[in-house]
């Protein structure tokens, strides 16, 4: 059973830039997707950004709100997912959660000022 465990997040600026980091007990290297979800106050987890093994190519997806803003990658020989979030708005406010293999991290808490 994976465990993941978030860091990375805080307080900002709006315009400005956050990477979170998603580490995983044991080997990510085959898990299909990862992923980040996030969840704003008083509304439902949603899809943040998804990426696929680099054994199927790698692929990534993006919720539309955060395309050209975000960017997932995954080091799989550290064993870590990482979200870099740029141009940060006030509505990418939220508790952040990494998934991978049906396991979900405690999240972290991302909060930009405008």
């Known amino acids: 059973q994976v465990q993941l465990v978030e860091s990375g997040g805080g307080l900002v600026q709006a315009g400005g830039s956050l990477r979170l980091s998603c580490a995983a007990s044991?080997?990510?290297?085959?898990?299909?997707?990862m992923g980040w979800y996030r969840q704003a106050p008083g509304k439902q987890r949603e899809l943040v950004a998804l990426i696929s093994s680099a054994t199927i190519g790698g692929s990534t997806n993006y919720a539309d709100s955060v395309k050209g803003r975000f960017t997932i990658s995954r080091d799989n020989a550290e064993n870590t997912v990482y979200l870099q979030m740029n141009s940060l708005k006030s509505e990418d406010t939220g508790v952040y959660y990494c998934?991978?293999?049906?396991?979900w991290g405690q999240g972290t808490l991302v909060t930009v000022s405008s």
């Open positions: 044991g080997s990510i290297f085959m898990i299909n997707p």
């Open positions: 998934y991978a293999d049906g396991h």
